[in-house]
């Protein structure tokens, strides 16, 4: 006991003695540089104190004779500084780099040709599709625009689709449907590239594009348009991309469920051969200065040929590893602040700043736009800030189980759903793989949901049960289990599709998923 009280007083002075020095602190900050300099004591040569000539560092000792470094030094020093500008790079790019993983994969695996070309999911997104937390309920249509290839681009979209288009850069470009420009009636857009100065025709929707390439997945709801060959039909009738000088033109549009494509961001130096493709195709206002510096800095240099000797090859691949280590640690333990969406509960939302920027404040998160990115698809606000009642869809996410240990495939999980979940459309809860971020291979729809057939089981209360395991637990139906991959992890996503008010007013709250054995 006296130990406690011990360590309690002493915890209590630290905090009291911090409390007291950010006092003064924050005092001078607010004063002018006049003010500053006119309360400290005038200064000389012999007020400063410069390194010293010997350093221990984490990547060996410095040496600097005379003020200046010793061959190994600079050896050393460059070679750290290359890793940490190239893993830096890996993080901030991932945006970038994933957008083109998406594109890419559209175009090699589902054979996509040109902006008119249209991939559908007519038969839903199932486990043979390696796109990050893909959603298996949805219909989705994936387009590739190039604007540089076309120029202005017309996509005529018809009521019933929802979704974003982003830019090169995984950056919002807008929304089609119910919180697009078209407000859910569909409408035509007019998509322009970058400097365009030309004439804009009366009639569309207009967005001016900072990047040659943007892609967009729109969805439609199963339910209203079907599935198969019917919703097939429905894009084949009503959906269009094209350039805006040829007019419509036939595009070719492929069910795609049950194709196998790889959209994931390389995690080792080919990373950086993807970083220079979209560099030298992109303008470079698109990137900024400071950016396009770093990325010269470790030789990637719009308009010139990306070469790495041995050396740097090395260091880019140490880069890439180091940056998905980093990325594994920041999406799946976040320590930033109101990660988690409940006090008490593990969900956290994909989107952490509740914004499709990741802003708070006057700066961008950089841990809350890598959860993001390392892990998901699709910046729209949509998704990210709350909508008005029955608008939207908002999605959280789960790694850890009640007792906060990381889900592990070897056990079983039980997750209820409490009665009544508040949406307009529909709910699902879906698994991930922890090494890919998309749907866990195990089945080819690993997700339960609220419009499936057959429906789960509901409990008298109205709840339901749903469980995660390698085996089907007895005496659950199947339609309430979802299957888990040994030896490895998981994570858990739950989707609310038209969320209503009193999910978005936290008075209906899911609960945390429970180990079981």
Same mark, same amino acid.
């Given at each position: 006991?006296?130990?406690?009280?011990?360590?309690? *007083?002493?915890?209590?002075?630290?905090?009291?003695?911090?409390?007291?020095?950010?006092?003064?602190?924050?005092?001078?900050? +607010?004063?002018?540089?006049?003010?500053?300099?006119? =309360?400290?004591?005038?200064?000389?040569?012999?007020?400063?104190?410069?390194?010293?000539?010997?350093?221990?560092?984490?990547?060996?000792?410095?040496?600097?004779? +005379?003020?200046?470094?010793?061959?190994?030094?600079?050896?050393?020093?460059?070679?750290?500084?290359?890793?940490?500008?190239?893993?830096?790079?890996?993080?901030?790019?991932?945006?970038?780099?994933?957008?083109?993983?998406?594109? /890419?994969?559209?175009?090699?695996?589902?054979?996509?040709?040109?902006?008119?070309?249209?991939?559908?999911? =007519?038969?839903?997104?199932?486990?043979?599709?390696?796109?990050?937390?893909?959603?298996?309920?949805?219909?989705?249509?994936?387009?590739?625009?190039?604007?540089?290839?076309?120029?202005?681009?017309?996509?005529?979209?018809?009521?019933?689709?929802?979704?974003?288009?982003?830019?090169?850069?995984?950056?919002?470009?807008?929304? *089609?449907?119910?919180?697009?420009?078209?407000?859910?009636?569909?409408?035509?857009?007019? *998509?322009?590239?970058?400097?365009?100065?030309?004439?804009?025709?009366?009639?569309?929707?207009?967005?001016?594009?900072?990047?040659?390439? &943007?892609?967009?997945?729109?969805?439609?709801?199963?339910?209203?348009?079907?599935?198969?060959?019917?919703?097939?039909?429905?894009?084949?009738?009503?959906?269009?991309?094209?350039?805006?000088?040829?007019?419509?033109?036939? #595009?070719?549009?492929?069910?795609?469920?049950?194709?196998?494509?790889?959209?994931?961001?390389?995690?080792?130096?080919?990373?950086?051969?993807?970083?220079?493709?979209?560099?030298?195709?992109?303008? =470079?206002?698109?990137?900024?200065?400071?950016? &396009?510096?770093?990325?010269?800095?470790?030789? /990637? /240099?719009?308009?010139?040929?990306?070469?790495?000797?041995?050396?740097?090859?090395?260091?880019?691949?140490?880069?890439?590893?180091?940056?998905?280590?980093?990325?594994?640690?920041?999406? $799946?333990?976040?320590?930033?602040?109101?990660?988690?969406?409940?006090?008490?509960?593990?969900?956290?939302?994909?989107?952490?700043?509740?914004?499709?920027?990741?802003?708070?404040?006057?700066?961008?998160?950089?841990?809350?736009?890598?959860?993001?990115? $390392?892990?998901?698809? +699709? /910046?729209?606000?949509?998704?990210?800030?709350?909508?008005?009642? #029955?608008?939207?869809?908002?999605?959280?996410?789960?790694?850890?189980?009640?007792?906060?240990?990381?889900?592990?495939?070897?056990?079983?999980?039980?997750?209820?759903?409490?009665?009544?979940?508040?949406?307009?459309?529909?709910?699902?809860?879906?698994?991930?793989?922890?090494?890919?971020?998309?749907?866990?291979?195990?089945?080819?729809?690993?997700?339960?949901?609220?419009?499936?057939? @057959?429906? @789960?089981?509901?409990?008298?209360?109205?709840?339901?049960?749903?469980?995660?395991?390698?085996?089907?637990?007895?005496?659950?139906?199947?339609?309430?289990?979802?299957?888990?991959?040994?030896?490895? #992890?998981?994570?858990?996503?739950?989707?609310?599709?038209?969320?209503?008010?009193?999910?978005?007013?936290?008075?209906? *709250?899911?609960?945390?998923?429970?180990?079981?054995?």
């Amino acid at each position: 006991m006296m130990m406690k009280v011990t360590a309690f *007083i002493t915890l209590a002075m630290a905090g009291l003695l911090t409390a007291v020095l950010a006092v003064p602190v924050q005092a001078e900050q +607010g004063k002018s540089i006049f003010a500053q300099a006119g =309360a400290q004591a005038p200064q000389s040569a012999k007020d400063f104190k410069p390194a010293p000539d010997k350093m221990e560092t984490r990547f060996g000792k410095l040496e600097f004779p +005379g003020g200046y470094p010793t061959e190994k030094t600079v050896q050393k020093v460059y070679g750290e500084l290359d890793l940490q500008r190239a893993t830096q790079l890996y993080l901030d790019m991932y945006p970038a780099l994933s957008m083109r993983g998406m594109m /890419i994969g559209t175009a090699r695996d589902y054979g996509a040709k040109n902006s008119s070309d249209i991939s559908v999911t =007519a038969d839903r997104l199932d486990s043979k599709a390696m796109w990050l937390t893909g959603n298996t309920e949805s219909i989705y249509a994936m387009i590739v625009f190039d604007l540089k290839v076309d120029g202005p681009t017309v996509f005529e979209a018809p009521a019933g689709l929802m979704g974003p288009v982003d830019d090169a850069n995984f950056l919002f470009a807008f929304d *089609i449907g119910p919180t697009g420009m078209d407000k859910g009636k569909g409408g035509k857009y007019l *998509i322009l590239p970058p400097g365009y100065k030309g004439d804009v025709p009366e009639g569309y929707f207009v967005f001016k594009s900072p990047t040659y390439r &943007l892609f967009s997945f729109v969805r439609a709801n199963a339910a209203v348009v079907g599935t198969g060959e019917k919703a097939m039909e429905f894009f084949r009738k009503n959906a269009k991309v094209y350039p805006l000088k040829t007019g419509p033109s036939k #595009g070719k549009f492929t069910n795609v469920s049950g194709l196998p494509i790889n959209t994931l961001v390389p995690e080792d130096a080919s990373a950086f051969e993807w970083m220079h493709d979209i560099i030298n195709y992109e303008p =470079a206002e698109a990137f900024g200065k400071e950016k &396009l510096g770093r990325l010269a800095s470790i030789g /990637i /240099i719009k308009g010139k040929p990306f070469n790495p000797d041995a050396r740097m090859k090395k260091i880019l691949d140490q880069a890439a590893k180091e940056g998905v280590a980093m990325s594994r640690v920041i999406a $799946f333990n976040s320590r930033v602040e109101n990660a988690k969406v409940y006090p008490g509960r593990e969900w956290e939302s994909p989107y952490i700043t509740n914004n499709s920027t990741f802003y708070q404040d006057d700066y961008i998160n950089l841990e809350a736009r890598t959860t993001f990115h $390392f892990t998901a698809d +699709g /910046i729209t606000p949509a998704m990210a800030a709350q909508m008005p009642e #029955g608008l939207g869809s908002r999605y959280q996410t789960t790694y850890k189980d009640k007792d906060g240990n990381f889900f592990d495939g070897n056990k079983t999980y039980k997750l209820n759903v409490p009665p009544k979940v508040p949406v307009k459309l529909f709910w699902s809860v879906t698994v991930y793989d922890t090494y890919t971020r998309a749907v866990v291979q195990t089945q080819p729809y690993p997700s339960i949901s609220s419009q499936q057939t @057959p429906a @789960p089981v509901v409990n008298k209360d109205g709840s339901i049960d749903i469980y995660f395991s390698v085996k089907q637990p007895k005496g659950i139906a199947k339609q309430n289990w979802v299957e888990v991959v040994p030896n490895q #992890g998981f994570f858990v996503y739950m989707r609310y599709y038209g969320p209503l008010n009193a999910f978005n007013d936290k008075t209906w *709250i899911p609960n945390n998923v429970e180990l079981v054995q």
